[in-house]
Nanobody
Framework: QVQLVESGGGLVQPGGSLRLSCAAS????????MGWYRQGPGKERELVAR???????YYVDSVKGRFTISRDNAKNTIDLQMNSLKPEDTAVYYC?????????????WGQGTQVTVSS
């Protein structure tokens, strides 16, 4: 079965940087899209960044210019480089993989990794 393994979360000061990584393994060779969601304290889960097989990237407005998502299709891995971090970026970050088949669409999720931005 599909498993998403995340790494790179931690504590960082405002203005600092972190790099999150997600590796997908299992029976699926590749995914149509992979991305990162986050859920802050008392907030709803939101899509932060997503990248498709052809490399087209989407970013939520609040992280544009600060975060960069990248993908290695051969390895089914994605990274999220987070620069100029702000306290409002504090959240649990979840890796997501999206698969489209003839029958339905599937979403797979990692366990989440905590990112805390604080002085």
């Amino acid at each position: 079965q599909v498993q998403l393994v995340e790494s790179g979360g931690g504590l960082v000061q405002p203005g600092g940087s972190l790099r999150l990584s997600c590796a997908a393994s299992g029976s699926i060779a590749s995914f149509n899209a992979m991305g990162w969601y986050r859920q802050g304290p008392g907030k709803e889960r939101e899509l932060v960044a997503r990248i498709t097989e052809d490399g087209s990237a989407y970013y939520v407005d609040s992280v544009k210019g600060r975060f960069t998502i990248s993908r290695d299709n051969a390895k089914n891995t994605i990274d999220l480089q987070m620069n100029s971090l702000k306290p409002e970026d504090t959240a649990v970050y979840y890796c997501n993989a999206h698969l489209v088949t003839w029958a339905r669409e599937y979403d797979y999720w990692g366990q989440g990794t905590q990112v805390t931005v604080s002085s």
